[in-house]
């Protein structure tokens, strides 16, 4: 779980640093280019990460449950 703290403190980090004043900054997304925000990017990563962090505590009950 160190590693886990690590990445959500560095997350975090970058959040308090980033101006809310650029949320609205235009910007692209991977090989297609496709537009998006610089808040969208935001609000995309911690929902995705919402989504893994789910999945590993049903990953953790499955294997708990045997």
């Not at 403190?9 to 609205?24: I, N, R």
């Amino acid at each position: 779980m160190v590693q886990l703290d690590l990445q959500i403190a560095k997350f975090l980090k970058l959040l308090s640093t980033t101006d809310p004043k650029s949320f609205s900054e235009f910007r692209t997304v991977g090989r297609a280019q496709l537009p998006s925000t610089v808040g969208g990017l935001l609000f995309h990563a911690a929902e995705h990460t919402q989504r893994h962090f789910g999945q590993l505590l049903v990953t953790v009950k499955v294997i708990l449950a045997e």
